[in-house]
């Protein structure tokens, strides 16, 4: 992590198993990204989530919430129902899709 130039990276890793919601990271991870949620800069990852997967149906492979610049964004992959990997960035204080591609 470089403070000196705003890059902080919280890393969720997210995993789809039977159904239910994992979530493993690092404790001060998971501090910053609750601080972040207390504060009101970021909405809750349930919340992106339900909005990614109704245009992007499928199984959220990874989430990273990241500082890029002055903007928090949500970088989540998701297998697609068409068997497609798809990566979404999400703007994270305001839930509106910033990026999305497909890897080849």
Same mark, same amino acid.
């Given at each position: 992590?470089?403070?000196?130039?705003?890059?902080?990276?919280?890393?969720?890793?997210?995993?789809?198993?039977?159904? @239910?919601? @994992?979530?493993?990271?690092?404790?001060?991870?998971?501090? #910053?990204?609750?601080?972040?949620?207390?504060?009101? *800069?970021?909405?809750?990852? +349930?919340?992106?989530? &339900?909005?990614?997967?109704?245009?992007?149906?499928?199984?959220?492979? #990874?989430? +990273?919430? *990241?500082? #890029?610049? @002055?903007?928090?964004?949500? #970088?989540? +992959?998701?297998?697609?129902?068409?068997?497609?990997?798809? +990566?979404?960035?999400?703007?994270? &204080?305001?839930?509106?899709?910033?990026?999305? &591609? *497909?890897?080849?």
């Amino acid at each position: 992590m470089n403070s000196n130039y705003s890059i902080m990276r919280v890393l969720l890793v997210v995993f789809m198993i039977l159904g @239910h919601l @994992h979530v493993a990271m690092a404790d001060d991870d998971y501090i #910053e990204a609750r601080r972040l949620l207390d504060s009101g *800069e970021i909405l809750p990852l +349930e919340v992106i989530l &339900k909005s990614v997967r109704q245009i992007f149906p499928g199984k959220v492979l #990874e989430v +990273e919430l *990241e500082k #890029e610049g @002055h903007q928090i964004v949500y #970088e989540i +992959e998701i297998l697609g129902d068409d068997g497609v990997i798809k +990566e979404i960035d999400i703007d994270a &204080k305001t839930g509106k899709q910033l990026f999305s &591609k *497909e890897d080849d």
